[in-house]
Structure formats: structure tokens, C-alpha cells
Nanobody, 125 residues
Framework: QVQLVESGGGLVQAGGSLRLSCAAS????????MGWFRQAPGKEREFVSGISGIGNTYYADSVRGRFTISRDNAKNTVYLQMNSLKPEDTAVYYC???????????????????WGQGTQVTVSS
């Protein structure tokens, strides 16, 4: 049974930092594309960042320069380091993974096969 479990969310003041973790189990995702999405109350889920199986990365314009995605293949885990947080970053953050190995990444929800349960990030002004 494939599972993705996010952790590391919490309440921080604007300008602060958090590191989110996504631990995968049930299979190895070390060579698969993985991504982070977020959903604020009353809004659609949106792409935040992605990383391919060979380490290529991409960021939404709203977070580029502030967030960094990385992975630890030995731990089957992907991370999202979030710095200089803003109130508009407040959302539930979801981890997602592609089913197969590949060189590409995608900003589209439908590209991803597995999803975590989400972790809440709240940034106060």
C-alpha cells in the first residue's frame, strides 16, 4: 500500500521558516517526479514546487527564491524548505508522487498518482 505522509507544518510569524517533509512508503520513489501543492480555504489547489527523478526543479512564481525543494533518496523522502514566509502562504500543503521513473515534472494535479493527507501551514502577520 503506497502512502505519502506530510509533516512539519505549524504556526509561524511572517518572515519565519518551516521545513516540510514527505515520507513515502510502499515503494521506492527515488527516481520518480514528486511535487508539492497547496490549498488555501475557499481556493483551488495550486502547484508550489516539483522535483524530477534526476533533480530538476521548478517553482511557482509566488514562491521562487523563497522555497527550496529537495530529496533524500535513502530515506525515500522529499522536503520543502520554506523561508521568508508570508501570510498568503497560509494553506494546507500536500505532497504528490508520480507512479513511474522519469526525467520530467509537471504542474498539473492529474499528472500525479499518489497524494498525502496534507499538513497545515499558518503564517501570521
Amino acid at each position: 500500500q503506497v502512502q505519502l505522509v506530510e509533516s512539519g507544518g505549524g504556526l509561524v510569524q511572517a518572515g519565519g521558516s518551516l521545513r516540510l517533509s514527505c515520507a513515502a512508503s510502499g515503494r521506492t520513489f527515488s527516481t520518480n517526479t514528486m511535487g508539492w501543492f497547496r490549498q488555501a480555504p475557499g481556493k483551488e489547489r495550486e502547484f508550489v514546487s516539483g522535483i524530477s527523478g534526476i533533480g530538476n526543479t521548478y517553482y511557482a512564481d509566488s514562491v521562487r527564491g523563497r522555497f527550496t525543494i529537495s530529496r533524500d533518496n535513502a530515506k525515500n523522502t522529499v522536503y520543502l524548505q520554506m523561508n521568508s514566509l508570508k501570510p498568503e502562504d497560509t494553506a494546507v500543503y500536500y505532497c504528490a508522487a508520480d507512479n513511474s521513473s522519469g526525467l520530467r515534472l509537471s504542474v498539473l494535479e492529474r499528472y500525479y498518482d499518489y497524494w498525502g493527507q496534507g499538513t497545515q501551514v499558518t503564517v501570521s502577520s
